[in-house]
């Protein structure tokens, strides 16, 4: 299994709409977790870390759950803009290692 | 806004030869990362560094990568000889803790 699993997509949606990601992580110990925006030969930009309790910025709402190993990504009224990469990264407990899922590609369509 | 800076943004190099990448990571910042990412994969791991030394690496990062703080501002990535494969775009990354800041990259192409 690999360590931070994502689907790849791309997930093609219009404007307005709500889409969802989800990432898998194999390491139960993994204590950190984020999600990140990379646009096409760009550098990785924080989009908001991901808290047990679920955490909202605006039209982006993440979610955490640990008993099923797997964080989540919603984004609500998308906007043209919102179209980039994914990305699911975690840290295990104890470690300084950040293990960056592949990404899933979202495109938002006019 | 502070940024991370690198240097050069893109570099050419013949097999075999020595690269040095450059980073200035953000002036508060206690932890600094190395990170590739070979075009169409996913971003990778090479080295965390904490305090003047290497905390964490990969199995990627082997004895022909260095790294460095010669000046306590810049944070430098050392290839000793470079193979084909070594050819990506290299991030480097700075943190207060938790959350990291990556630079723009270096895109490293090896002929």
């Known amino acids: 299994r690999k360590e931070v699993e994502q689907d790849p997509g791309p997930f093609n949606v219009p404007e307005g709409a709500t889409v969802a990601f989800n990432c898998t992580y194999s390491?139960?110990?993994?204590?950190?977790f984020f999600w990140y925006r990379q646009d096409c030969r760009k550098e990785p930009k924080l989009l908001m870390s991901v808290y047990s309790s679920g955490n909202e910025d605006g039209r982006f709402t993440a979610q955490l759950n640990r008993a099923s190993q797997y964080i989540s990504l919603l984004i609500r009224d998308s906007k043209l803009s919102d179209s980039a990469t994914y990305l699911c990264v975690v840290r295990g407990s104890g470690t300084y290692k950040y293990i960056f899922g592949t990404g899933t590609r979202l495109k938002v369509l006019a | 806004e502070p940024e991370v800076t690198q240097t050069p943004s893109h570099q050419v190099t013949q097999m075999g030869q020595e690269v040095i990448l450059r980073c200035v990571p953000i002036?508060?910042?206690?932890?600094f990362y190395w990170y590739r990412q070979i075009l169409g994969q996913k971003v990778e791991f090479l080295v965390s560094f904490y305090n003047n030394e290497i905390s964490e690496k990969s199995e990627i990062f082997d004895d022909q990568f260095s790294v460095e703080r010669p000046d306590g501002s810049n944070f430098t990535l050392k290839i000793r000889s470079t193979k084909l494969e070594d050819s990506a775009m290299y991030f480097c990354?700075?943190?207060?803790?938790?959350?990291?800041?990556f630079g723009p990259g270096t895109r490293l192409l090896v002929l």
């Open positions: 390491n139960s110990a993994s204590q950190s």
């Open positions: 002036s508060n910042h206690l932890y």
């Open positions: 990354a700075s943190s207060p803790g938790e959350t990291q800041y």
